[in-house]
């Protein structure tokens, strides 16, 4: 069975810090895919990233960066310089090959304080 | 290009009355879900369709609810009778077609049963 765990419940950071946001996942098959998405205060659910299992470079878009490492099966998220518009629920989600389902991890909540 | 378009954005209703909530996928979208959203259970996955199919539906609570999806451009969950602990916010969400593609959700309806 698939599982995703983010152990921080809840983050605070003061304005311009950089934060990481950790993903570890368990999954039996070789084949995977491992996704991000935000959720705002407004509450919708914005996709940010998709990673497969065989593209283990990191990611970076702008102020966001992945670190994808099978190694210790985590899927780590760092926002670089954040500010507060950052603030959010980030989840992180696992999807095995030639099934469609999600399997979301608890999320963590994320406050950027000016 | 719109997004997913769901209605109504909440609902106030009375225990043992039906509800219906509605979506309209992003055109050309191929699978459909439904999540249900709660402080206590997080994201989880009703029911997700592909070309209209349904095709996994373990996750649908009890026969109280049930899911149509007679277009492609379409789909209701319904709930009848509704009862207080299905209170919560109800996400679709849609993605261009088989295999692990990234989902885009809607803004979600906000139920809640009184």
Redesign the interface.
Known sequence: AQKVTQAQTEISVVEKEDVTLDCVYETRDTTYYLFWYKQPPSGELVFLIRRNSFDEQNEISGRYSWNFQKSTSSFNFTITASQVVDSAVYFCALSEFGNEKLTFGTGTRLTIIP | DAGVIQSPRHEVTEMGQEVTLRCKPISGHN?L?WYRQTMMR??E?LI?F?NNVP??DSGMPEDRFSAKMPNASFSTLKIQPSEPRDSA?Y?C?S?PG???????????T?LTVT
């Open positions: 699978s879900f997080g994201l996955l997700y592909n095709i996994d916010v996400f969400a993605s088989t295999g692990s593609y990234e989902q885009y959700f809607g803004p979600g906000r």
